[in-house]
């Protein structure tokens, strides 16, 4: 049964009120202020009692929150004044007195209605926060766990969405000994929209990457997933990439991606830009193998838009990211700071998302 506190300073009308509701409700009659403390679902108020306890009666409406917790006030007409208007922060609803039953009775259900909404809502969105949590989980699971061993080179990432799950994701495999499949996306969008479809790319990319080289892998990703994207209205930047470990040559293609480069021994940066479209824009793109050799020293940094678009004040450049790499002698030290760059204080406004692969000598 709803419990509905009547706090009122004249006795006489609170016992009345009483009388009345008590027939529907569970009555609380409230005294004293310490009686806000106990639980109800709707405080009735007179002007007096509001004037001199509105302090308390906002901090027990605060205290309920993310709840919502209604306050009526029944008022004289001869009350209404600046004195009543500045109290609307507190008041929910208000009734003049002389009040007609059937009209009080159907404020009260409405604001318990509204009482009821407002706890179903918080239960609701406390479960699908839980279930998005849970799907965050599944979907860092996906990525890969360890880095492989690779004679030679130093493979390290990390990805950090803006909600709980997102649109990036890096994936890495080692289809033959001695041969390394690299990827990174990025899905238009955010949250668990961008999350689904990253799913369904990942997986295929999974399959084709096994057997085909980077361009082939990316066209045909393309042609099985056109009916995904055309339903979704949505598409995807790309990068894929195949190492050969011994001879240290990666072939790669690019789609649409753009955010990847190579910082040699000496310094120098190279770009990487045999680039198509992205997947998703155009079912005929036909997409294009590069190539690059690694040498000792080299450092290939592959990152989502998120990095870049952290800084609203600058553009970033290559040669920015590059800067923040002097000194370091690790690929994991490489990738850390570089998702420290933008001095996140909270979750990033966009997915983020590093890979760093690190020449380190000969296999």
Same mark, same amino acid.
């Given at each position: 049964?709803?419990?509905?506190?009547?706090?009122f !300073?004249?006795?006489?009308?609170?016992?009345?009120?009483?009388? /009345? +509701?008590?027939?529907?409700y569970?009555?609380?009659?409230?005294?004293?202020?310490? !009686?806000?403390?106990?639980?109800?679902? +709707?405080?009735?108020?007179?002007?007096?009692?509001?004037?001199?306890?509105?302090?308390?009666? !906002?901090r027990?409406?605060?205290?309920?929150?993310?709840?919502?917790?209604?306050?009526?006030?029944?008022?004289?007409?001869?009350?209404?004044? *600046?004195?009543?208007?500045?109290? /609307?922060?507190?008041?929910?609803?208000?009734?003049?007195s002389?009040?007609?039953?059937?009209?009080?009775?159907?404020?009260?259900?409405?604001?318990?209605?509204?009482?009821?909404?407002?706890?179903?809502?918080?239960l609701?969105?406390?479960?699908?926060?839980?279930?998005?949590?849970?799907?965050?989980?599944?979907?860092?699971?996906?990525?890969?766990?360890?880095?492989l061993?690779?004679?030679?080179?130093?493979l390290?990432?990390?990805?950090?969405?803006?909600?709980?799950?997102?649109?990036?994701?890096?994936? /890495?495999?080692?289809?033959?000994?001695?041969?390394?499949?690299?990827?990174?996306?990025?899905?238009?969008?955010?949250? *668990?929209?961008?999350?689904?479809?990253?799913?369904?790319?990942?997986?295929?990319?999974?399959?084709?990457?096994?057997?085909?080289?980077?361009?082939?892998?990316?066209?045909l990703?393309?042609?099985?997933?056109?009916?995904?994207?055309?339903?979704?209205?949505?598409f995807?930047?790309?990068f894929?990439?195949?190492?050969?470990?011994?001879?240290?040559?990666?072939?790669?293609?690019?789609?649409?991606?753009?955010?990847?480069?190579?910082?040699?021994?000496?310094?120098?940066?190279?770009?990487?830009?045999?680039?198509?479209?992205?997947?998703?824009? +155009?079912?005929?793109?036909?997409?294009?193998?590069?190539?690059?050799?690694?040498?000792?020293?080299?450092?290939?940094v592959?990152h989502?838009?998120?990095?870049?678009?952290?800084?609203?004040?600058?553009?970033v450049?290559?040669?920015?990211?590059?800067?923040?790499?002097?000194?370091?002698?690790?690929?994991?030290?490489?990738?850390?700071?570089?998702?420290?760059?933008?001095?996140?204080?909270?979750?990033?406004?966009?997915?983020?998302?590093?890979?760093?692969?690190r020449?380190v000598?000969?296999?």
């Open positions: 049964m709803d419990r509905i506190l009547l706090f !300073q004249n006795p006489g009308n609170r016992r009345l009120l009483a009388d /009345w +509701l008590s027939k529907s569970q009555v609380i009659q409230a005294e004293s202020p310490l !009686q806000l403390t106990e639980a109800f679902d +709707l405080c009735i108020v007179d002007t007096l009692a509001l004037s001199r306890y509105l302090n308390r009666i !906002q027990r409406k605060q205290d309920e929150q993310p709840t919502f917790l209604p306050v009526l006030l029944l008022t004289g007409r001869q009350d209404l004044g *600046m004195s009543v208007q500045n109290l /609307w922060q507190s008041v929910d609803e208000l009734l003049i002389p009040v007609e039953k059937l009209e009080l009775q159907a404020r009260v259900e409405i604001l318990l209605r509204a009482r009821r909404l407002s706890r179903q809502n918080v609701l969105r406390r479960q699908v926060e839980a279930d998005l949590a849970r799907a965050g989980k599944v979907q860092s699971a996906l990525l890969p766990g360890t880095s061993s690779l004679p030679g080179f130093e390290a990432a990390r990805c950090i969405p803006t909600k709980e799950v997102g649109g990036d994701f890096y994936d /890495w495999q080692e289809p033959v000994s001695g041969v390394l499949t690299l990827t990174l996306a990025d899905v238009m969008g955010k949250g *668990m929209a961008a999350a689904l479809l990253m799913a369904t790319v990942r997986a295929s990319l999974r399959a084709l990457a096994l057997l085909n080289p980077p361009a082939t892998a990316l066209q990703a393309q042609a099985a997933l056109a009916a995904d994207f055309e339903r979704s209205g949505s995807v930047t790309l894929q990439a195949q190492l050969n470990v011994e001879t240290r040559k990666m072939t790669y293609a690019d789609a649409g991606h753009g955010h990847v480069f190579l910082r040699r021994a000496d310094g120098t940066l190279e770009e990487l830009s045999c680039r198509g479209l992205p997947l998703g824009v +155009l079912v005929e793109e036909r997409y294009e193998d590069g190539c690059v050799t690694f040498g000792e020293g080299d450092v290939m592959l989502s838009d998120g990095l870049v678009e952290t800084h609203r004040d600058r553009v450049t290559n040669e920015d990211i590059a800067a923040q790499l002097e000194g370091s002698q690790s690929a994991q030290d490489m990738v850390d700071r570089l998702v420290a760059m933008p001095k996140l204080e909270g979750p990033p406004p966009d997915d983020l998302t590093v890979v760093v692969l020449c000598g000969k296999p």
